[in-house]
Nanobody
Framework: QVQLVESGGGLVQAGGSLRLSCAASGRTFSRFAMGWFRQAPGKERAFVAAVSWNGGATFYADSMIKGRFTISRDNSKNTMYLQMNSLKPEDTALYYC??????????????????WGQGTQVTVSS
């Protein structure tokens, strides 16, 4: 079993920054590919970013995300991060971290992730 706990969400004005954290426990964190997803009200859960098991590879949903968000991980702390800069109201969503014990690289597919956190709310005001 893997337990994932997100933190760092909150209310921020447009143009501001937040850093989300995802703390993992239960199994060897350094063997997991990890990812961030988000779900806005009335919308489906969407891929945001992914990082490979050793942090050597990252992937983002699109160029707009890549230019503002940075995914990273610290395997010595069993923690993954999402640094979000230049936040926009459309970034408002519940942000989830996810772990895959079956994929070592990066993947955008929710089905490849077999563990999920409970989510942390990010609200960006205009």
């Amino acid at each position: 079993q893997v337990q994932l706990v997100e933190s760092g969400g909150g209310l921020v004005q447009a143009g501001g920054s937040l850093r989300l954290s995802c703390a993992a426990s239960g199994r060897t964190f350094s063997r997991f590919a990890m990812g961030w997803f988000r779900q806005a009200p009335g919308k489906e859960r969407a891929f945001v970013a992914a990082v490979s098991w050793n942090g050597g590879a990252t992937f983002y949903a699109d160029s707009m995300i890549k230019g503002r968000f940075t995914i990273s991980r610290d395997n010595s702390k069993n923690t993954m991060y999402l640094q979000m800069n230049s936040l926009k109201p459309e970034d408002t969503a519940l942000y989830y971290c996810a772990a895959s014990t079956v994929v070592a690289g990066t993947t955008t597919h929710p089905g490849a992730y077999n563990y999920w956190g409970q989510g942390t709310q990010v609200t960006v005001s205009s």
